[in-house]
């Protein structure tokens, strides 16, 4: 079964350093998407991503936030400057283009740690 | 934007049929119910979507009633793997974005032996 994959697992960063979290959305998917989820709260809305640009972002997506795809197959989130609050778990996911609307398929998540 | 109400928790005991049910009274006419489990520490996987009526896949089904203001989900026989939070979320079915889908805390089932 195709899977998104995202790297790191999990990473440990000093406040105010700039963090890169990748994902490989599954091959034939067009849209793809950055969540956060702070540990014991709910699933966040980050980004949506297609067609190489950003087609809708959330008020927590602001000016320290910025994603990528630079290769075609990788989708990236920057964290320029991290604050103690970016603490969470980073869901990437995707989607195909003919499917649902609401039916996405999530990687398994990047624990951030901002210490 | 449709809001979801479904309970914070549920136990039950391996082999039962488990029944989530999750009302949402404002759903508009083109939104799409759709239902994902969690483990911990797990991205949410799709369970399974449905419009009115019943769909069934091999994991679970839906069951919608005709005025769509609640939906509930049928796990047949649990097993203690099925330990998870389910989440319910209503939303357009032909955004191009999933911005308008609302995750709610979901129900954290726990399955016992």
């Known amino acids: 079964e195709p899977e998104v994959t995202q790297t790191p697992s999990h990473q440990v960063t000093q406040m105010g350093q700039e963090v890169i979290l990748r994902c490989v959305p599954i091959s034939n998917h067009l849209y793809f998407y950055w969540y956060r989820q702070i540990l014991g709260q709910k699933v966040e809305f980050l980004v949506s991503f297609y067609n190489n640009e950003i087609s809708e972002k959330s008020e927590i997506f602001d000016d320290q936030f910025s994603v990528e795809r630079p290769d075609g197959s990788n989708f990236t989130l920057k964290i320029r400057s991290t604050k103690l609050e970016d603490s969470a778990m980073y869901f990437c996911?995707?989607?195909?283009?003919?499917?649902?609307?609401?039916?996405?398929?999530f990687g398994a998540g990047s624990r951030l740690t901002v210490l | 934007l449709a809001k979801t109400t479904q309970p914070i928790s549920m136990d039950s005991y391996e082999g039962q049929e488990v029944n989530i049910t999750c009302s949402h009274n404002?759903?508009?006419?083109?939104?799409?119910i759709t239902w994902y489990q969690q483990f911990p520490s797990q991205g949410p996987r799709f369970i399974i979507q449905g419009y009115k009526t019943k769909v069934t896949n091999e994991v679970a089904s839906l069951f919608i009633p005709a005025d769509r203001k609640s939906s509930t989900l049928s796990l047949p026989r649990v097993s203690l793997s099925d330990t998870a939070v389910y989440y319910c979320l209503v939303g357009p079915g032909n955004a191009g974005n999933n911005r308008k889908l609302i995750w709610g805390l979901g129900t954290s089932l726990a399955v016992n032996p």
């Open positions: 404002n759903i508009a006419t083109n939104d799409y």
């Open positions: 996911a995707s989607r195909e283009g003919t499917s649902g609307a609401n039916v996405l398929t």
